[in-house]
């Protein structure tokens, strides 16, 4: 069965340094999203995103993220400058379509800033 | 905004005993409602969903999920756990007109003693 793959695993960086999370959503997928799960908390919605913009973005996802699909296969979170409470779980996702299609999920990347 | 509430934070259980995991959603409209399934160190699963029909889903590995619309409920069973069923469950919802902005419980921790 087709999956979602994340790089790295773990990440770990200094404050104020930026990270690039990567993802490699399922081939036929036209939806990508990017979750969140600070520890001990909820998964939260980060971004979505369609057809090279982004479609939906939450309160959380302000100036110092960005996301990319820089080729036909990646996906990519950028945290341009971390801080120490961006220190969370990010899953992507893909989906095929926009309504009624379940979301299937990467690993995740496990971030720390320190 | 819709939003879901779990509510156990964590459960035991001993294997062969049966499994009912709470799941309340707040959204007035046609709703999706997804059960997720993290095992340490993987990724999130999805276990079952509903998008209409049935109120009664099966999901693989044995677990089952009623939705009940007047009680705005999908609870997550299983008749007889087993210790490999050691995991976080997470419930989910997004309304049923668009995949973006699903929103997670906050988790359940199921831990089987063998």
């Known amino acids: 069965e087709p999956e979602v793959t994340q790089t790295p695993s773990h990440q770990v960086t200094q404050m104020g340094q930026e990270v690039i999370l990567r993802c490699v959503p399922i081939s036929n997928h036209l939806y990508f999203y990017w979750y969140r799960q600070i520890l001990g908390q909820k998964v939260e919605f980060l971004v979505s995103f369609y057809n090279n913009e982004i479609s939906e973005k939450s309160e959380i996802f302000d100036d110092q993220f960005s996301v990319e699909r820089p080729d036909g296969s990646n996906f990519t979170l950028k945290i341009r400058s971390t801080k120490l409470e961006d220190s969370a779980m990010y899953f992507c996702a893909s989906a095929l379509g926009a309504l009624n299609s379940p979301l299937h999920f990467g690993n995740g990347t496990r971030l720390t800033v320190t | 905004a819709q939003s879901v509430s779990q509510h156990n934070h964590h459960v035991i259980l001993s294997e062969a005993a049966s499994l009912e995991l709470g799941c309340n959603y707040s959204y007035g409209g046609t709703v999706n409602l997804f059960w997720y399934v993290q095992y340490p160190g993987q990724h999130l699963q999805l276990l079952l969903k509903?998008?209409?029909?049935?109120?009664l889903v099966k999901g693989i590995k044995g677990f089952e999920a009623e939705f009940i619309k007047s009680k705005f409920s999908f609870n997550l069973r299983k008749p007889s756990v087993q210790w490999s069923d050691t995991a976080e469950y997470f419930c989910a919802v997004n309304a049923g007109y668009n995949n973006n902005d699903m929103r997670f419980g906050a988790g359940t921790r199921l831990t089987v003693k063998p």
């Open positions: 509903y998008f209409s029909g049935d109120p």
